[in-house]
């Protein structure tokens, strides 16, 4: 059985044909432009497969509120061209076969629950640390959400001692993104974050705030796992700091046997979104 | 059709039998003692009447994780009789019916969802601001847990300019519920939490917490509502202060129409917690 799968991001679209098992079959990607340019691109390429679902993570944010009229619409992003664009209804338009849409982070969540990290448990936290700081959980299989997906990047946190910048959050300043991001660091030091690879106060500083994060998604949804990716953990040193802080912050409160089972690298590589987005398409499917 | 209610608190037992309306037929309390004394008084109680299931909302820590073998055992409780006491395993010994076991707040979560506040929605978070702090969550009339419950008065959250208290949690010192917990309160202080109700500043502070608290749970968890109760919320004047903390907090960045819809008081008043463990009951019976 033939799966479509689109990772629709900000600045690329990646298109794939997978099967139920997360087997890439053809892939191929273009900048996002505008929405009609965009899918029409995208439209060409599905057209020489015989795909029976397709499965879609957008960058957001986007209403995923079942309830509401405009489900599946893109909401205020800074992309002029895609805001309130009816993306769901659009896909469902183009292709006549079932289409399954999630946010990018949630279905690179669902991705690594089903192939990769996240394949042994029943629940899973994924965050990506990157531009900006995005986190799904999937749980027995599902993505969770209340009334619309989560926005868990922008949680409250505290300031590290030694530092005094003001964050990079437009709406919040400092909430774990504008502390944490890529774009944080960028603000925070001005040089990008890898020419800060050899100072070490920058990477105590980074890894307390994602130890905080994870503490805090620790204690509201109880993941068995915590699988953290995204460009700036390229900087691999970074694992084992954050789990120490991590262990140092929750100071016994609950029993972790295995840290470094409990907050882990993805497994998917370049080919997360595209198999996120088959496994938002498989879940009704198998 | 009769459901037995059990409030396992730390300090006393409530135990009522309702139906499954959540109407309370009747209702005694009494101190928790050891666990052997305490339950021999709630056996002694039901005995009068023919309850065909029973609810149980307890204090915690307790083992809800479903594939552990020590399920429904309390944890690692300061109250040295109750530490890793088999409470549901002696609960179903004793009353040969189903027995529903949950965490205090999330039955009281739930109570209010069945029967209270939460009544119109389909995902409602309640939070209690006493001795301690906690919160539960409840969407699609299942309560919310990962691996284990949540523990969610333990996050992190960033100290307020003019506070420089160093924090009253055991485990993380400056948690939420180490800065904003009633007892918080007495030790920031010096009194008793009432005593300070006209100074401002003492509620401006709390009221900062607090809202930093529901915007975490919001951006995660995505609650269709959010309830605000206990001992600490009695100074009435907190809940419109902590609306326009969260509103300012939040800055625009989620559109929220109603904030006085969004955050609100609890509907259920003493009877929160018996009828919560009714709620427990009648989730599978109904
Ligand atoms: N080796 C590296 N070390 C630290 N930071 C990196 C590294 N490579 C990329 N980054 C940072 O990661 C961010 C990009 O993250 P990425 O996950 O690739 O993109 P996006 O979040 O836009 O999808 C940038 O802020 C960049 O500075
Ligand atoms: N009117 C009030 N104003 C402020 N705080 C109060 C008030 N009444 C009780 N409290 C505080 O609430 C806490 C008790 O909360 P409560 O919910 O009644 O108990 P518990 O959390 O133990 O179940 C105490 O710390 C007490 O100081
Ligand atoms: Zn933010
Ligand atoms: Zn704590």
Redesign the interface.
């Known amino acids: 059985m033939l799966i479509g799968a689109i990772e629709a991001g900000g600045t690329k679209f990646v298109c794939a044909v997978g099967d139920e098992n997360g087997r890439i079959i053809e892939k191929t990607s273009f900048p996002t432009t505008s929405p009609e340019d965009t899918l029409v691109m995208a439209k060409k390429f599905f057209s020489s497969f015989k795909i029976e679902a397709l499965g879609v993570g957008t960058f957001g944010?986007v209403n995923l509120d079942r309830?509401s009229t405009t489900y599946g619409t893109i909401l205020n992003t800074p992309k002029i061209k895609w805001r309130y664009y009816p993306l769901l209804e659009r896909l469902k338009t183009d292709y006549e076969i079932p289409v399954y849409l999630g946010t990018d982070v949630n279905a690179a969540c669902l991705g690594e629950y089903h192939f990769g990290a996240g394949e042994q448990v029943?629940?899973c936290l994924y965050m990506t640390v990157g531009t900006g700081i995005g986190a799904g959980?999937v749980?027995d299989g599902e993505v969770f959400?209340?009334?619309?997906?989560?926005?868990?990047g922008?949680?409250?946190?505290?300031?590290h001692p030694n530092d005094s910048f003001i964050g990079s959050c437009p709406?919040?300043g400092?909430c774990l993104e504008g502390l944490a991001s890529g774009t944080a660091m960028e603000k925070r030091y001005g040089v990008k974050a890898h020419l800060l690879e050899n100072i070490d106060h920058v990477w105590e500083i980074e890894a307390y705030y994602l130890a905080?994060a994870l503490?805090?998604?620790y204690?509201?949804?109880?993941?068995?796992k915590m699988i953290v990716g995204g460009g700036v953990m390229k900087q691999a040193k970074l694992y084992t700091m954050v789990q120490k802080q991590f262990m140092e912050?929750?100071?016994?409160?609950?029993e972790v046997e295995h840290v470094d089972e409990l907050i882990v690298a993805p497994k998917l590589e370049d080919e997360q979104g595209v198999k996120g987005a088959i496994a938002l398409a498989i879940k009704d499917l198998v």
Chains 1, 2 share one sequence.
């Not at 959400?145 to 868990?152: A, D, F, R, S």
């Not at 922008?154 to 300031?159: E, S, Y």
């Open positions: 944010p309830k029943d629940s959980f749980i959400q209340g009334k619309n997906h989560p926005e868990m922008h949680i409250l946190i505290k300031p709406s919040h400092s905080q503490m805090n998604y204690v509201i949804l109880s993941p068995e912050l929750l100071n016994g409160y609950l």
